[in-house]
Structures are given as structure tokens and as C-alpha cells.
Antibody
């Protein structure tokens, strides 16, 4: 079965770029084309916030509130996808999850399954 | 887009049933049957428990059920058990974003 694992620095300085990678095992990022791959974050003690999706072709959809600072990319040869969030502040401190998103017959994203365990990223000097 | 409103907390005793609501708009819940629900225990990743409004993934207890009426989606947990104590989140496809989560509901099993 497909498993996802987030990796990257747990501490980032303000104004720098937060970079995370999600490794996918047990299946291919390109299998059947029926999935998006997504990043979701959770601020401490708060709810879930969708960050963005990427399709195996490289096409992306971003949360409008983060779009100006955000890049999500995919490396099908390494079977992983990545998140880069620029110009971070303390408000970007959060638990970051990657997840697989099922694609509907309307070619829209639907449900998130499975999820990685999450990685805590703290923005501080 | 703002989070879909959910009650901040609900509670129930073992054996009882509870329902958590998730209120959307014509841009999401009312129009599309792409509502999903997640259970999150402290320090853990969310777990999918309902998709496409009312479908249950393999391995999820039939005590969990989902429904939708108009702008509001609902998650019902019957025959409450202590291990059901967790946070619950809805999510919907939206023509505006295209994904939005609910604000989350903390379930306490008394």
C-alpha cells in the first residue's frame, strides 16, 4: 500500500525559504493518473489548512492565500514531490502533512488518503 | 476561502450517538457530492473515515456515517466508544479554491 513520508528541516529562519519533500513508497506518483498529490498544514492547536495540489504532469493548484510565496514541484524519477514556501514568518510555523488526493470523474480533487505522519516546522531565529 | 463552520466541540456518553455538522455554500457542499470527513487523534495524522458524502473506506467501522442536506453535511457516530474521542474535520471540493477544510470539532466521550 502507498505510504508517504515528509522530510526537511525542522527549523527555518524568518525571511528564508521553507523546503520540504514528500517521499512516496509502495506505488508510483504516475500510477493510473487518478490522483493529485497535496500539502496540508496545521498550525499549533488549530485546524487543517490546504496548501496546494500537484498532478503527475506538473500542473498545480494553490491556496490563493499562499500562492504568491508557494511552489510545489514533482520529481517522478525520484517518486517524490516538494514544497517551497518563500519569505516565511512565525505565522508559517506548523505541522506540515503530505497526502494523496483522489481525483473525481469531474477531474477535481476529492478525498485525502493516505497521509504522511507530518513534520513540524518552526520558523524562528 | 474561510474554513467551513463546524461546532467547536460535541460530547456524548459511551453507547450514545452524536452528529457533527459542516456548513457550506452553493460553491461547495450544496452543489458537489465531494465531502469527506477525517478523524485526528492528538499527535497523529488525519485518517479518512467518510468520502463522497456517505461512503466508508474499507476497514472503517460502520458506526461512522455521513449525509448531506442542502448546504450542510453531517457526520454521525453511533454507539460511541472511548477511542472515538478525537478531532473531526470535514472537507469539500469548492469551485472557489478548490479544496476547503472545516474548522474542526473536538469530540469528548464522557
Amino acid at each position: 500500500q502507498v505510504q508517504l513520508q515528509e522530510s526537511g528541516p525542522g527549523l527555518v529562519k524568518p525571511s528564508q525559504t521553507l523546503s520540504l519533500t514528500c517521499g512516496v513508497s509502495g506505488g508510483s506518483l504516475t500510477s493510473s493518473g487518478g490522483f493529485y498529490w497535496s500539502w496540508v498544514r496545521q498550525h499549533p492547536g488549530k485546524g487543517l489548512e490546504w496548501i496546494g495540489n500537484i498532478y503527475y504532469s506538473g500542473s498545480t493548484e494553490y491556496n490563493p492565500s499562499l500562492q504568491s510565496r508557494l511552489t510545489i514541484s514533482i520529481d517522478t524519477s525520484k517518486n517524490n514531490f516538494s514544497l517551497k514556501l518563500r519569505s516565511v514568518t512565525a505565522a508559517d510555523t506548523a505541522l506540515y502533512f503530505c497526502a494523496r488526493v483522489w481525483r473525481t470523474t469531474m477531474l477535481t480533487p476529492s478525498w485525502f488518503d493516505p497521509w504522511g505522519k507530518g513534520i513540524l516546522v518552526t520558523v524562528a531565529s | 476561502q474561510s474554513a467551513l463552520p463546524q461546532p467547536a466541540s460535541v460530547s456524548g456518553s459511551p453507547g450514545q450517538s452524536i452528529t457533527i455538522s459542516c456548513t457550506g455554500t452553493s460553491s461547495d457542499v450544496r452543489t458537489y457530492n465531494y465531502v469527506s470527513w477525517y478523524q485526528q487523534h492528538p499527535g497523529k495524522a488525519p485518517k479518512l473515515i467518510i468520502y463522497d458524502v456517505s461512503d466508508r473506506p474499507l476497514g472503517v467501522s460502520d458506526r461512522f456515517s455521513g449525509s448531506k442536506s442542502g448546504d450542510t453535511a453531517s457526520l454521525t457516530i453511533s454507539r460511541l466508544q472511548p477511542e472515538d474521542e478525537a478531532d473531526y474535520y470535514c472537507s469539500s471540493y469548492t469551485s472557489l479554491s478548490p479544496v476547503v477544510f472545516g474548522g474542526g470539532t473536538k469530540l469528548t466521550v464522557l
